[in-house]
């Protein structure tokens, strides 16, 4: 059984920074594509980031492109989504996402390409 757990959201100013964490268990983390969504009330799951199972390919999507970095530790089944220069319009639910594949330069822009989901992680930037 899957299981990816969040954690490391919260509330913070505008301009400051958080760091997720997504514990992976259940599959052979260092063959798996990991990403990150968000969802923001009444909006759709959007996008964030995606990186490929060796750390050496990322995307981001146009919004978090310089102020958001996503990796991983192998050794540690976990990836992260370092968020810098957070915005108002940053304030979500993200969630951690994984696929079984080592397929590289395929990006997976929309949720129904992914097949396992964490439970989600309330990230709140104030003005």
């Known amino acids: 059984q899957v299981q990816l757990v969040e954690s490391g959201g919260g509330l913070v100013q505008a301009g400051g920074s958080l760091r997720l964490s997504c514990a992976a268990s259940?599959?052979?983390?260092?063959?798996?594509?990991m990403g990150w969504f968000r969802q923001a009330p009444g909006k759709e799951r959007e996008f964030v980031a995606q990186?490929?199972?060796?750390?050496?390919?990322?995307y981001y999507t146009d919004s978090v492109k310089g102020r958001f970095t996503i990796s991983r530790d192998n050794a540690k089944n976990t990836v992260y989504l370092q968020m810098d220069s957070l915005k108002p319009e940053d304030t979500a639910v993200y969630y951690c996402?994984?696929?079984?594949?080592?397929?590289?330069?395929?990006?997976?822009?929309?949720?129904?390409?992914?097949?396992?989901w964490g439970q989600g992680t309330q990230v709140t930037v104030s003005s």
């Open positions: 990186l490929s199972w060796s750390g050496g390919t990322t």
């Open positions: 259940g599959l052979t983390f260092s063959r798996s594509t």
């Open positions: 996402t994984a696929q079984r594949t080592q397929a590289l330069g395929v990006i997976r822009p929309k949720p129904s390409l992914w097949s396992y």
